[in-house]
């Protein structure tokens, strides 16, 4: 941590809530000011937030493809289930 | 002894089970990200459908009533794992995601560096990524997993995530935090990139 994030009281983990945060409930003004500012100067938050946006990405890929996918009950599990109900 | 009523409320839910169990374990899978709690949710759809089949109007659409069954449960799925219990197994690992990541002062450790250098288009287009990926995220605890799901999967609002999960707007966004550190450590773990 530089002195200009002493100053600005954030550290790299709360960066990356902060960042979280942005993704799900949105930040505020002096919240998005801060969280800008610290990656600016910060190398490792910077990378980090590269892969977060990677992560989300293939997240978003993952979800849109198990949208569309079809998973069968075998025959073995439907037994199993009337079982219980009997 | 079961009754013939009884009987006949068994053969329709047999033959419910046939026609629709598909679609049901399908959207479970997908609501959950695991086969194993899919499988459970569905059978105790049907067992509720059997207790409460007295209730089911004749006529109505029965794919409608059990999917309203069905989603009932996962919520109650998502409540559940709000006991404390899975709390203390969600901190547990949230408090080693976050060791492993930061040293005392919330400073990135010097072990952690970042995943990849310039490859995102390749790796999107890698389907073993992809299945990897997919893989990490159903070994996520419940939750962490409900906060995926929601995000991701549903696209709901903050608000609405924190409502169904039971939990605070700051415990959420630490979830959401940790889940995507997990889930960058299990792919570092897990994928091997050729070089």
């Known amino acids: 941590m530089n002195a200009i994030n002493k100053i600005l009281m954030l550290s790299c983990q709360q960066a990356a809530i902060l960042g979280a945060k942005a993704g799900i409930s949105g930040l505020s003004y002096f919240e998005r000011l801060k969280l800008k500012m610290h990656i600016r100067m910060c190398k490792p938050c910077e990378d980090y937030g590269r892969d977060s946006q990677l992560?989300?990405?293939?997240?978003?890929?993952?979800?849109?493809?198990?949208?569309e996918e079809r998973v069968e009950l075998t025959q073995t599990q439907k037994d199993k289930i009337l079982k219980s109900i009997s | 002894m079961t009754t013939s009523s009884e009987n006949n409320s068994h053969?329709?839910?047999?033959?419910?089970?046939?026609?629709?169990?598909?679609?049901?374990?399908?959207?479970?899978?997908?609501?959950?990200?695991?086969?194993?709690?899919?499988?459970?949710?569905?059978?105790?759809?049907?067992?509720?459908a059997f207790k409460a089949f007295d209730k089911y109007k004749l006529g109505s659409n029965p794919k409608t009533w059990l999917f309203t069954i069905l989603n009932n449960k996962i919520i109650d799925y998502y409540r559940a794992s709000n006991t404390?219990?899975?709390?203390?197994?969600?901190?547990?690992?949230?408090?080693?995601?976050?060791?492993?990541n930061f040293d005392a002062q919330g400073a990135w450790s010097k072990a952690v560096s970042p995943l990849w250098a310039n490859t995102e288009e390749h790796l999107l287009d890698n389907p073993e990524f992809v299945s990897v990926l997919s893989c990490c995220i159903e070994n996520l605890p419940a939750q962490w997993k409900g906060v995926i799901v929601g995000k991701y999967f549903d696209h709901k609002k903050?608000?609405?995530?924190?409502?169904?999960?039971?939990?605070?707007?700051?415990?959420?966004?630490?979830?959401?935090h940790r889940a995507k550190l997990q889930l960058r450590g299990c792919l570092k773990q897990n994928w091997k990139t050729e070089e």
């Open chain 2, 84 to 100: 404390t219990k899975s709390i203390n197994q969600s901190e547990l690992m949230g408090k080693r995601v976050d060791d492993d």
């Open chain 2, 158 to 176: 903050g608000v609405e995530i924190s409502k169904d999960l039971g939990i605070s707007s700051s415990n959420l966004w630490q979830m959401a």
């Open chain 1, 55 to 67: 992560i989300d990405q293939a997240i978003s890929k993952i979800a849109s493809q198990k949208s």
């Open chain 2, 11 to 48: 053969s329709t839910l047999s033959q419910w089970l046939n026609e629709y169990g598909d679609d049901m374990y399908s959207w479970a899978v997908y609501k959950t990200s695991s086969k194993e709690t899919a499988e459970d949710l569905v059978q105790e759809t049907l067992l509720s």
